[in-house]
């Protein structure tokens, strides 16, 4: 079951998603916010704290970016379909509620075979004042959907800086915490039923990528931006591992400035989120 490199250059949309401060609100406590103290993050978690303005979790945005799920690539195993990859740049802050139009677009199929890695990149533009919010790169691998006789693609280089890192945070989701994250928008069964993981490898259901990423995005604008969600400009990284729901795990930061690299570690030190980098609003 081959997906279909004549797909590359697919453009779907402009499509219209809305959505409310319920939303953002959901989503900040989907990954992880206010976990640790429920005052501690109260721009995140509430919209009526005397003195606290709402904010929004830049990730927040990939969801509103991928809220229809993926265009028609051709044929594959949904049971072995995971998110491989996930890149943002935000323009500014997201509304806490709002509507924009989303354009996506499949720009590569490469042929790992007997794999497939597809990438594709949304644009989120806010419907009332023009301005674009969003641009999000997906990147997907699809189990047993290759040999179609097509480019491996690259394999672009990275390494971890050769010192210590500037920033170590220990965190762990919650054991229910797919079954909260899942109600972001993410229903696929490979998180939450554990026939449909079994048919992917996995002993029982496991957490979403993109849960983990959101908690690292949080905890990057916490820990380098103050705690201003508008100071995160850009982030990127490549899911590598499988993460139960509990498992605790490791943010390692090389922070320079306006740019940085980071890994998110198990305890035995594999990575789970690997080749990670951001940028941070410096002006």
């Known amino acids: ?3 279909d490199p004549t797909r590359v250059g697919t453009v779907t949309g402009p499509r219209t998603v809305t959505w ?6 959901l989503y900040a406590l989907a990954v992880g916010a206010g976990q640790d103290d429920p005052l501690a993050e109260l721009a995140y978690t509430t919209e009526n704290s005397e003195g606290v303005a709402q904010q929004v979790i830049p990730s927040f945005g990939v969801v509103l970016s991928v809220a229809d799920g993926l265009p028609d690539v051709g044929d594959f195993d949904p049971a072995r ?6 890149e943002f740049e935000v323009d500014g802050p997201i509304p806490a509620a709002g509507t924009a139009h989303v354009t996506t677009t ?7 075979d007997p794999h497939a890695l597809l990438w594709t990149e949304s644009e989120l533009v806010d419907a009332e004042t023009g301005r674009r919010l969003m641009r999000s790169r997906l990147g997907g691998f699809f189990g047993g959907a290759g040999g179609f006789g097509g480019d491996r693609g690259p394999s672009p280089a990275w390494t971890a800086p050769d010192r210590a890192p500037d920033l170590e945070i220990d965190f762990a989701s919650r054991p229910d915490q797919a079954l909260l994250y899942r109600l972001t928008g993410d229903r696929n069964p490979l998180h939450a ?3 449909f993981a079994a048919r992917g490898g996995f002993a029982r259901p496991i957490l979403h990528g993109m849960c983990t990423y959101g908690w690292v995005t949080r905890l990057l604008v916490n820990h380098l931006a103050g705690g201003d969600a508008s100071g995160l400009r850009s982030m990127a990284g490549r899911f590598t591992r499988p993460v139960l729901p509990g498992d605790p795990l490791r943010l390692v930061v090389w922070n320079d400035g306006g740019t940085g690299v980071f890994r998110v570690l198990t305890p035995a030190g594999d990575a789970v989120v690997d080749r990670g980098r951001f940028g941070l609003r410096t002006a």
Request: overall charge negative.
């Open 20 to 25: 409310t401060d319920r939303d953002s609100l």
């Open 1 to 3: 079951m081959p997906l």
């Open 193 to 195: 039923d554990p026939a």
């Open 81 to 86: 379909a995971v998110h491989a990859e996930q």
């Open 106 to 112: 499949v720009t590569e199929i490469w042929d790992k």
